[in-house]
């Protein structure tokens, strides 16, 4: 049986966090097995907002490989690569341009949060704002069906395959493949400090790299409950960070569902509970930083540089399929 | 000493017309002598807005070719090329419109008035919004510095260095050249019917390769004066499309002087004026038509794809400089 193909990728821009682990890393260790599974390095991508920073995406991208290949996606059956090596993926990009118009663009709810949210303001570099085209490029090269993302990238999913049903329909062929999400169960993790997100950018995220005294350092300094100063105070289990990770980190569901009991009783210390959770991140983590570790340069480089190879020549393939709908093959 | 390079390019929408031989093409045959001149035919541009129209473009493709070495342009000197075929410039593309805001896009008059031109309203395809950066990358992928163009063009060059500026400026390199335009004396031609350009899509041009027949026709449906009934009446000159016409193509400039001077006193008619215009344009053109009738498929096939190849070979060399200025030659 032939598998199906899912496709992810991050952008290049650090070290990969929890946030990351728990919203696709795992769901990708998982998926590995049961589909062809393509791991970009969205390098390009990354480019549309650190354009002037180049260096932080060339610094991040052998951190990015290596968090990837520490937490158990293998290169020997996931294709890790990078995007900006992948010869296709500008004319896909290009030819998609004209399948989408700036207004249907304007309406992306993703992207209009991510242009406020990184203040551009009226500044929107051309290449951000089209990004979601872009993506459709990545995911249409490779022919990926399933795409393991959170929930906020569903419009972008759904731009994609309206791309995908306009190209087909105007081109009068059936390359082009839709594409569906593969939503994990949390798809977005709050920051340390109770921040709606855990990101680079804000600095408020556990990176998969930390070493146990900065994991246990960022643990004790989590946002919990500002009214709950003695252990016997009644504590609000709602927006309290320390709960939100141990939901999603800690195995024993019970276990944190007495322990919310108690917060809410009273009786329960913020530094019994951080102990918990730093216990359970550190057992986590061990392994992967173990891993991490053990990784030489070299063979990282050969890991990408070999699932590059691989990347290419699949979408060399649709790349060819897509210039003949078009028409564009004169010297075949 | 070393030439400096000069482009041009022309979308493959059908079949060039005298606006194009008068604003750029007459010039291109001066000007292949003392530039390194690369002609493009520019068929990615072209699917901005004939996106759900590629067979016009496949077909147009040679008829373009034809008309430029009718009037002169020498594939062995000058390089023609068509721009889909040059793997470099996606990915010049891509990169440049990191270098460029969305609202900056947006002042672009000649785009503005495109847009309504085109009657897009608020369906404007990404791909026709970003043109200009796209005008930006086959510019700087050849290095060129001389740009033959009408004056509506000029903002789009002026975006094409800003474009080089910036680019410069944050990755530290000088790989890319700025441009200047090169004006040709009549920029515009008027239609035939007096509208304001003449031009493929409102069906009012004299073609290059039209019959001897169809350009009396055309040239005799010309608008004149709708005052001027009798041979006996005033006339006026302005706005007259055959004073146009003679004005642009008429070698004696003295006798198009004395003939306006006739017209407007009255006692000169109209006939004659055409006929005179008719003269002067099938001289023109006879030559031109000529040479066109003698050029076969295969010749005209090997001098694209010989002009292809060389034309790959230069912005291969500028992309690799584009790619190590970024910091994208990870493999390298």
Sequence with gaps: MIKKIALTGDRPTGCLHLGHYIGTLKSRVELQNSYEQYVMVADIQALTDYYSNPK???DSLLEVVADYISVGIDPNISTIFV????KA???LNVLFMNMVTTSRLERIPTVKNEILQKGFGDSIPV???????????DI????????????DQLPIIELCNEIVRRFNRIYNTNCLLEAEAYLSKTTRLVGIDGQAKASKSLGNAIFLSDTPEVVKEKVFSMYTDPDHIKVSDLGKVEGNVVFVYLDAFHENKEEVAELKVRYQKGGLGDVALKSLLNNTLQNLLEPIREKRASLKKDFLMDCISDGTKRANIVADKTLEEVVEAVGLNYFA
Excluded: H, R
């Excluded at 995007?83 to 992948?86: A, P, T």
């Excluded at 290449?127 to 490029?137: C, N, T």
């Design 83 to 86: 995007q900006s090596q992948i």
């Design 56 to 58: 932080k995406i060339a």
């Design 140 to 151: 249409t090269a490779f022919k990926a069906q399933i795409i393991p993302v959170g929930d």
């Design 127 to 137: 290449g951000f704002f089209g990004y979601p085209i872009s993506q459709a490029a």
């Design 89 to 91: 993926l500008p004319l």
